[in-house]
């Protein structure tokens, strides 16, 4: 729900965050290159509202958790939040499918780990995500210190879900 009490219009977040990361400036740093939200599992599913099938935690994909997690908040938060959410979830994934290629040395043999792998792994990906591919690439355009300062809020908050969710036995260890 927004901060008016009305629901939150997914579609035109989805649109706006999709044309944002994979029609802006650093769309050559990504690992997938859909043309259209729909081509992305996780936001054909937002738009469409989708029930996934029921299956055991342990056998769901990375694509999966992700678009799971979404549904669980986007009823609880506003448009802004939400909407870095999104873009937090995309990036992780893209990172995350970036990080399982690196040494793939031909395009042709390269693939897409999330959706075929689990998210148990996922913790461990943190520091990469925030440290390397986000720092890299300027943040992919999220200039506002706020916001970035906010995403590390999510990954803990992302990284506690998938372990109390039991999508993930690893639990996200924070340095003192």
Same mark, same amino acid.
């Given at each position: 729900m927004s901060e008016e009490g009305t629901l939150l219009n997914i579609?035109?977040? *989805?649109?706006? *965050?999709?044309?944002?990361?994979?029609?802006?400036?650093?769309?050559?740093?990504?690992?997938? %290159?859909? +043309? %259209?939200c729909e081509d992305n599992f996780i936001l054909?599913?937002?738009?469409?509202d989708e029930k996934l099938p029921l299956k055991p935690k342990n056998e769901k994909t990375c694509d999966e958790a992700f678009y799971e997690y979404l549904s669980t908040f986007k009823s609880k938060t506003n448009e802004k939040y939400f909407t870095l959410l999104l873009k937090f979830i995309l990036l992780f994934? +893209? #990172?995350?499918?970036?990080?399982?290629?690196?040494?793939?040395?031909?395009? +042709?043999?390269?693939?897409?780990?999330?959706?075929?792998?689990?998210? +148990?792994e996922l913790p461990e990906? #943190?520091?990469?995500?925030?440290?390397?591919?986000l720092d890299e690439n300027n943040f992919f355009g999220i200039n506002d210190q706020d916001d970035r300062n906010e995403i590390i809020d999510i990954i803990q908050h992302f990284c506690m879900w998938l372990y109390k969710n039991d999508f993930t036995k690893s639990k996200l260890t924070l340095a003192g």
């Open positions: 579609k035109n977040i *989805v649109e706006n *965050v999709f044309n944002f990361i994979y029609k802006g400036n650093y769309a050559d740093k990504l690992f997938s %290159k859909p +043309e %259209k054909n599913n937002l738009i469409n994934r +893209e #990172c995350y499918d970036v990080h399982k290629n690196k040494n793939v040395l031909k395009e +042709e043999d390269k693939q897409q780990y999330t959706n075929k792998f689990t998210p +148990e990906l #943190c520091n990469e995500f925030y440290g390397n591919f």
